[in-house]
C-alpha cells in the first residue's frame, strides 16, 4: 500500500523594504499611537496606491507614444519612410 503524498502548504514570500514619507505632526503622532494591525491596513494602502499611480504614468506614457505615432503616420511617417530616413544616414 502506497503512501498518498502530501502536498506541503505554498508559501509566500514577501520582499518588503523601508520607506521614509513626510506627513504633517497630526498624522505622524497618529501614525505613532497606532496599534500595529492598522498600520499593517494602512501600509498596505499606500503601497497599493503607489503601485496603482506609478502604472498611471506608465500608461500615460505609451499613451503619449501611441499619440506621437498616430501623428508621425497622419503626416506621411510609415515604418518604411522611417526605415528609409534611417539607411539613408
Known sequence: MHKAARKSPRLKIKVMDRIVLEVDDIAARKWQTAPAS??????????????????????????????INQKAADNGLTEDKLEQLLNEG
Not at 38 to 67: C, G, P, Q, T
Open 38 to 67: 492598522k498600520k499593517a491596513k494602512l501600509a498596505e494602502s499606500i503601497a497599493h496606491l503607489i503601485n496603482s499611480s506609478l502604472k498611471k504614468n506608465d500608461d500615460d506614457f505609451w499613451d503619449f507614444v501611441d499619440r
